[in-house]
């Protein structure tokens, strides 16, 4: 599994460094803004219990 050494996030991208056995790999995910959408409440909600259970990190005391 790759670990990633570093990140930069832009409005437009992230670019990603990642290594695994001593090889390095630059990941670079443009941003498709015709795939923004608002959403609700409750699927913001459902959508951050998603990414807890797939491991990823939700920001806890941001409120709106």
Known sequence: MSKVVARLITDSAVHQLEVEDGR???RLYVRERNADREI???QAGEWCDT????GGHVRRGIHV
């Open 40 to 42: 609700t409440a409750e």
């Open 51 to 54: 990414v807890r259970a797939c």
């Open 24 to 26: 390095y790999t630059l």
